[in-house]
């Protein structure tokens, strides 16, 4: 039965049979990679073979792996060889690279046995590790995974050399986690990595097998086992890929085998030591929940790596060098409209984002679009067939971004009463800000300072307030996707066993994402009174999220002046990530009635001459009262309360009551400084 294609795959495959080059290329590596087609590799290799026949030198190279391979067609190491070169000779890196570290003739014949298409160990000619290495850094962005693997590397040849040395050298453990969203390079990564063993002698054979949640789970638990056992056994000597590992554990299921997967995967690492690294590879969220569920599993996979979203800028290099490969070439404005498209794509992406598929995504239907175009061009230069114009990319979702104007961003900041030097401060961390942001769209570089802040003061002087009009701040200045506040404190990030603190940091966490996290009284996290305390790995646990989401994260600690300052004194990653302090003065006599008479204001009160003067007296009296309790607008709002109930116990024994007598506040409503204080809780 033959595949239904969707429809920009059907114009796809019209051009492809017409004998365009580019067409067949990318329709074969459609059915290669299983995208939005089911996977075939029978026939993307008769695709990529008619591209190859036509001289494109990227299906050459990709018609070479399926022979390394045996995927779709004959193993054959001569065949591969012969396409490497006809790539090599255009110039093609990758070719040239490859055919020089060709090492003898492939192992012939197909694997026994019928086993899921994704469930098929990949070998490709092997390389030295320096040159795998560059391949690594070639790759947009990841720079996370980069580090790791050239600690790897060093970690490796460092202790091959102690060996040689006649010295003693510990066993190392290579198993590791791919954290990310879907098309962050995750397998891209695994593949190399699973290379590099091989060349540093790590893996006897350097060969990766890539299992999901379908290859291993069967209808019973001793047949789950039983198929957990094969994958670890093709993988023997190579990299074992679990990818979306987290979808296979599965606790509100009863009658799910995927714990047995992971028992029976736990003890296989164990026996086979030396000779299988494991990669499990999903997305942060279900990661670590998989990792909190199974202990021993987590124990085993200390080395973590981050694969973060694409970001606009990554996407657009991604984005021309698949125009590079297809030989299309892009005019200035196109290269700026497509800026645009990937800006706006990762500034409302969501969870279905697919990070390098959108660059794909894209480009594929750019090339649709310049083929409409010229379909009715009947004289067709060189020049034309390979430009991409402006027309033939899709406009940018809302269109451009406009830059908000900075007095209409600032200005709920500067309606608020007081706070002069907190004003400036804001003002001026919102220009770098934007400055930032201006920089970064004109692909400039953007030095890399902490967003993070402390927010330093007594209670009721604003730092909820403004922590709430700066995240909308950040969100209209493009900084957060949402701009929402989440206003946590102790109770709600530290648990009273092990194991579930971390837990909760991550949940609320995944919450704040895109927003502002806002702790209060974040002091009270390194004030455990008890040694079972588990303050500390709440700290421990957000400095590594702020770390992890640094991009989509900013975290708002607020308390007490001189405890935020020892609190952050205390811990070298604090002080790291929270490199600015905002100090918020407690508010003077003139600023507390301000805020009652806002507060008259906003529920409609009048103040009468008389009254308006007796309140000001008691403001003066509470300022110069204060303690380092003091309330500050906590403390107005409590007097506003007893001036509203001394007004309703006055108005009792009246008779009609119109709107003026309802609305009005007297000299009799406002109580003095001794009435209130006597009225504040002791312990406050």
């Known amino acids: 039965m033959a595949t239904v294609l969707p429809d920009d795959l059907v114009l796809k495959r019209v051009y492809a049979r017409a004998g365009d080059r ?26 990529l073979r008619r591209a190859a026949e036509n001289g494109h030198p990227a299906a050459q190279v990709e018609l070479a792996m399926l022979h390394s391979d045996g995927l779709g067609v004959d193993r054959d190491a ?11 000779a255009q110039g093609h890196e990758l070719a040239a690279r490859m055919l020089d570290r060709l090492d003898g003739p492939f192992e012939t014949g197909a694997a026994s046995g019928a086993e899921p298409a994704s469930a098929r160990a990949t070998q490709v000619p092997t390389a030295d590790p320096e040159t795998l290495l560059q391949q690594v850094e070639a790759l947009v962005g990841l720079e996370a995974a980069k580090h790791e693997i050239r600690s790897q590397v060093s970690l490796v040849q460092v202790r091959n050399r102690r060996l040689a040395e006649g010295l003693s050298a510990p066993p190392l453990s290579f198993h590791m986690a791919f954290a990310g969203n879907p098309g962050t390079g995750k397998a891209t990564v695994a593949r190399l990595l699973a290379r590099i063993y091989g060349g540093l002698g790590i893996l006897h054979k350097g060969h990766i097998l890539q299992v999901d ?16 056992r094969q994958a670890v056994g093709k993988a023997l000597d190579g990299v074992l890929y679990v990818d979306d590992a987290h979808q296979i554990h599965q606790p509100d299921d009863p009658n799910d085998f995927g714990d047995e997967v992971f028992d029976t995967l736990v003890g296989a690492m164990d026996e ?6 494991v990669i499990l590879a999903g997305t942060e969220d279900g990661l670590r929940r998989l990792f909190d569920a199974k202990p021993a599993l987590s124990a085993r996979f200390t080395r973590r790596i981050p694969f973060p979203d694409q970001t606009g800028a990554d996407l657009l290099e991604i984005f021309r060098r698949l125009c590079e490969a297809g030989q299309f070439e892009l005019t200035d404005d196109a290269s700026q409209r497509a800026g645009l498209v990937f800006d706006a794509l990762y500034r409302d992406r969501d969870e279905s984002f697919g990070n390098a598929r959108e660059a794909r995504n894209v480009f594929e239907e750019a090339v649709n679009r310049h083929a409409l175009r010229l379909a009715s061009v009947e004289a067709l230069d060189r020049e034309a067939l390979v430009t991409l114009t402006v027309e033939d990319l899709p406009e940018a979702a809302g269109g451009p971004p406009e830059g908000p104007d900075l007095d209409e961003l600032l200005a709920p900041i500067e309606r608020l009463i007081g706070l002069t030097d907190v004003k400036a401060e804001i003002r001026r961390l919102v220009n770098l800000m934007r400055i930032n942001v201006e920089r970064a769209g004109q692909g400039l570089p953007v030095s890399t300072t902490s967003n993070h802040l402390v927010f330093a003061g007594n209670p009721g002087t604003g730092k909820t307030t403004v922590a709430r009009l700066l995240a909308g701040m950040y969100r209209a200045l493009g900084v957060l996707r949402k701009g929402h506040l989440v206003e946590v ?13 971390a837990g909760r940091v991550a949940k609320v966490v995944d919450q704040a994402k895109d927003g502002v996290l806002f702790v209060d009284e974040a002091y009270a996290l390194a004030r455990g009174e008890s040694g079972n305390d588990f303050g500390q790995e709440a ?23 001189d405890e935020m300052k020892m609190f952050i004194a205390s811990n070298p990653g604090l002080k790291s990530r929270f490199g600015r302090t905002i100090t918020f003065p407690d508010y003077d006599a003139e600023d507390l009635l301000g805020i009652f008479e806002l507060l008259c204001r906003q529920d409609r009160y009048t103040l009468t001459d008389d009254a308006r003067q007796r309140a000001a007296e008691l403001f003066t009296e509470m300022y110069a009262g204060r303690d380092r309790h003091f309330g500050n607008g906590r403390d107005v709002r409590n007097a506003f309360e007893m001036v509203l109930s001394q007004q309703a116990t006055r108005l009792a024994g009246s008779t009609e009551l119109d709107r003026g007598s309802l609305t009005t506040i007297e000299a009799a409503d406002v109580p003095d400084w001794a009435t209130v204080k006597a009225a504040m809780p002791r312990d406050r």
Not at 78 to 88: D, E, G, P
Not at 489 to 501: C, E, F, I, K, N
């Open 22 to 47: 580019n067409a067949q290329y990318e329709l074969g590596r459609h059915f290669a990679l299983g995208d939005r087609v089911p996977r075939d590799h029978a026939e993307a290799a008769k695709w």
């Open 272 to 277: 086979r030591q030396g000779r299988l690294v």
């Open 489 to 501: 404190d102790r109770s709600q990030l530290v648990a009273g066993y092990v194991g579930q603190t």
């Open 213 to 228: 949640r379908a290859d291993l789970l069967a209808g019973s638990l001793s047949a789950t086992a039983e198929r957990t």
């Open 78 to 88: 001569n065949a591969a060889a012969t396409w490497l070169r006809k790539a090599s």
């Open 539 to 561: 700290i421990d646990t957000l400095l590594k999220l702020m770390e992890d989401q640094r991009d989509r994260l900013i975290v708002i600690a607020a308390g007490y002046s």
